[in-house]
């Protein structure tokens, strides 16, 4: 291989990893944020389900993640 395609190849690689570096983060911060919707909406209807009764938010937020994020 010569010294010009180690060069080029070598621009490539590093282009492409530093590319797909970049966007791990954006699809991290996207399921993040995905996941995040999802227990709101489950805390909702854990709330609904009990009437709208105040002063279990927090509760009912515990417990819809636990619900999302059970394995």
Do not use: C
């Not at 190849?9 to 996207?30: F, K, M, Q």
């Amino acid at each position: 291989m010569s010294q010009e395609s180690a060069l080029l190849y070598g621009e490539l690689v590093t282009t492409s990893h530093e590319e797909n570096r970049a966007y791990i983060p954006d699809e991290e911060r996207v399921m993040e944020e995905q996941t995040r919707l999802m227990i709101e909406e489950a805390a909702y209807f854990l709330a609904a389900k009990r009437g709208f009764t105040a002063g279990y938010e927090l509760d009912d937020w515990l417990q819809a993640e636990a619900q999302i994020n059970k394995p």
